[in-house]
Nanobody, 125 residues
Framework: QLQLVESGGGLVMPGGSLRLTCTAS????????IGWFRQAPGKERERVVC????????DYAEFARGRFTISRDNIKNAVYLQLNSLSLEDTAVYSC??????????????????WGQGTQITVSS
């Protein structure tokens, strides 16, 4: 079973940047679509962005477009999420999720079958 581990979260000031990493083990990541999701306290989980297995297709949530960038390095078995211009509203637990498929990724969290534990991002002055 694909195992995913997120890293790179932390405390950052408004306007700051972070880079999250989703590292896979158990299987080669190059056959898996990966999605990033976040959940803030008292709110439902929402999608951030996803990327297909080869990195040719991405799908960003509106709030993420222009500020966040997803990329992947299948040789390193990792997917990255660069977050810029962070605001208080970006405070949440960020999780990556995977599903084995080609040429597609989904905005729905229910589509994915492997999840990491999440990493906390706190944006505060």
């Amino acid at each position: 079973q694909l195992q995913l581990v997120e890293s790179g979260g932390g405390l950052v000031m408004p306007g700051g940047s972070l880079r999250l990493t989703c590292t896979a083990s158990g299987f080669a990541l190059d056959t898996y679509a990966i999605g990033w999701f976040r959940q803030a306290p008292g709110k439902e989980r929402e999608r951030v962005v996803c990327i297909d297995s080869r990195g040719r297709s991405t799908d960003y949530a509106e709030f993420a477009r222009g500020r966040f960038t997803i990329s992947r390095d299948n040789i390193k078995n990792a997917v990255y999420l660069q977050l810029n211009s962070l605001s208080l509203e970006d405070t949440a637990v960020y999780s990556c999720a995977g599903k084995r498929t080609d040429y597609y990724c989904s905005e729905s969290p229910h589509w994915y079958d492997s999840w990491g534990q999440g990493t906390q991002i706190t944006v505060s002055s």
